[in-house]
């Protein structure tokens, strides 16, 4: 048991990580293209605060772009504000910080009825905040800490926000959903049975399992989207691997192998989100929806993601874990 549930998916998770460091020696990041004036439209970014959330609000805004960053850390989100507004005193771009705790489905329902009541347009949304390989805790709401954070709190927020996307969203501009992904999804095993990883704890593994579900849950709704006819597309982005404080968590031993490959191979937080910005306003991706996006490209993500009756399973979970009908 341990060994199947504890050290296959810690052994899975690592050589992932090998195989991107080993893309990112010998690949330059992508250059986004110039990007079209987003004056007008409002975006909301979770994890705005800091790192990568930071660096796309940051992006976002010099387009002049209103950019409503979240996060649960009030004096950290108006620090933000205030130096965005300092950076972009010209752009034309508004840039404002909304408590919301992610890890409280509570929160959650609170924050979108606050922004619905503002009538708001919302045009482009994300889904940036996360955790890695933090010990076995749980969310308010009792669900496994990676499993609720990374994916179930971005799933509701993302199907609470629906109806005003889909409302702010029109042919030739459509709304868009962002969710970041990891290349550790191709590491995931999705247990339908025990989506909380209760049975023998693995953060590697949970950590694994929820971008996998990032993915899935990308695709699904992308095929919603699509037959519905509705003008909002979904698109999964991998970062690669980025200097951030997720890598906070690791051993001893891999916190201090990783200090100096960050300076050489690691991906800056500006570098790691260029993709992310280049799926919520380029003209390319106009339009193009259900896709994994690896260092600006379409890339293909793990074979079971792709499973269709999979996706729906966890589709038809995840609703009836977070009260949705």
């Known amino acids: 048991m341990w060994l199947t ?3 296959v ?25 110039a990007l079209p004036s987003q004056s007008g439209r409002v975006g909301i970014v979770t994890g705005g605060t800091r790192g990568m959330g930071l660096a796309a ?14 996060g649960n850390e009030r004096e950290e989100g108006e620090a933000a ?22 890890t409280s489905f509570k929160s959650i329902r609170a924050f979108v009825h606050n922004f619905k009541q503002r009538r708001l347009p919302l045009h482009v949304l994300v889904n940036n905040a996360g955790t890695m390989l933090v010990p ?11 499993f609720g954070l990374n994916y179930l709190s971005h799933f509701l927020l993302t199907n609470l926000l629906l109806d005003v996307m889909k409302a702010s969203g029109k042919q030739g501009r459509n709304a868009r959903v962002i969710n970041t992904a990891s290349a550790t999804h191709y590491a995931g095993v999705m247990d339908m049975d025990d989506l909380s990883r209760r049975s023998c704890y693995s953060s590697h593994g949970a950590y694994s399992q929820s971008k996998l579900a990032l993915v899935m849950f990308t ?5 919603q989207l699509s037959s519905g006819g509705f003008h909002v597309t979904v698109n999964a982005v991998d970062p690669g691997m980025v200097d951030t404080a997720l890598f ?29 910005v280049f799926a919520a306003v380029s003209s390319e991706m106009e339009g193009v929806g259900g896709c994994y996006l690896y260092n600006g490209q379409k890339t293909q993500s793990s074979e079971i993601s792709y499973d269709v009756e999979l996706q729906e399973q966890l589709w038809k979970k995840s609703c009836k874990l977070v009260g949705l009908q």
Not at 81 to 102: P, T
């Open 136 to 146: 076995e805790r749980h969310t308010e709401d009792g669900f496994e800490f990676h």
């Open 9 to 33: 998916p810690l052994v899975r998770l690592y050589l992932t990580g090998v195989k991107v460091l080993w893309y990112q020696m010998f690949n330059k990041s992508f250059t986004m293209p």
């Open 81 to 102: 504000v205030k130096q965005l507004n300092a950076e972009n005193s010209s752009s034309g771009g508004k840039i404002e910080f909304v408590y919301l705790d992610l």
């Open 248 to 276: 906070d968590n690791l051993w001893t031993l891999a916190q201090m192998l990783k200090r100096p490959v960050a300076k050489l191979i690691f991906r800056t937080p500006e570098e790691g989100v260029s993709t992310a």
């Open 57 to 70: 609000t940051r992006k976002l805004l010099r387009l002049g772009m209103h950019v409503i960053i979240v």
């Open 5 to 7: 549930d504890v050290l």
């Open 219 to 223: 695709y699904h709704l992308q095929e």
